[in-house]
């Protein structure tokens, strides 16, 4: 099995594997290049994001700064946005609803080490899939952890640490996030 066949199965895999190395680097060149293109350049940066990213809707519209580690794990549906300063880092498989907004400086990590301090100084690790909802909105300086399922509708408070899955319809707030009123939708 490849490095990146167990990577994306949730296994320990080695990230010093040629073929993971030279995908990182990929991502880091398109990121690059997305982070200096100017924002009135909408064609081109949506182009950028495209095809960085394993499935995107229509419209997607990113700020700079913005870094992941691979790209192609991140699949995000219609009229996403992103605010300036967000890292995800797509080691396993990222997937986000349609009408999502993410504030600045959010981080989102599928990435983990091992708990046992002998095997996590081997250099191996390992990653667990976040998903999140469709009319999700992630507030500023809110981290998702590896492994977080967040159903529909639901809203993240700014500097909250999210660290297990959560249903619809809620706001989450603190660290670690828990449910502190529901929301009401207008349909």
């Known amino acids: 099995m490849s490095e990146r066949t167990k990577m994306l199965a949730g296994d320990l895999y080695n990230p010093s594997d040629d073929e993971l190395v030279q995908m990182r680097l990929n991502a880091r060149l398109m990121t690059e290049k997305l982070n200096q293109t100017s924002i009135v350049d909408l064609q081109v940066r949506t182009k950028l994001l495209k095809s960085l990213f394993g499935s995107t809707g229509k419209n997607i519209h990113i700020e700079s700064m913005f870094h992941c580690d691979y790209g192609s794990n991140i699949h995000v549906g219609e009229n996403f946005y992103v605010n300036f300063a967000c890292v995800i880092l797509d080691v396993a498989e990222v997937r986000i609803g349609n009408n999502c907004m993410i504030a600045p400086q959010v981080g989102i990590y599928t990435a983990t080490h091992p708990l046992d301090p002998v095997e996590r100084n081997s250099g191996l690790e390992l990653a667990k899939p976040i998903t999140i909802g469709d009319n ?51 349909v």
């Not at 992630?138 to 408070?157: E, R």
Request: glycine letters at 14%; one cysteine or more.
């Open 136 to 186: 999700c909105w992630i507030g500023g300086q809110a981290t998702i952890n590896p492994g977080v399922t967040l159903g529909d509708n639901v809203v993240v408070a700014s500097g909250s640490v999210v660290t297990k899955s959560f249903g619809s319809n809620i706001v989450i707030a603190g660290n670690p996030a828990k449910v502190i009123k529901e929301v009401v939708t207008s």
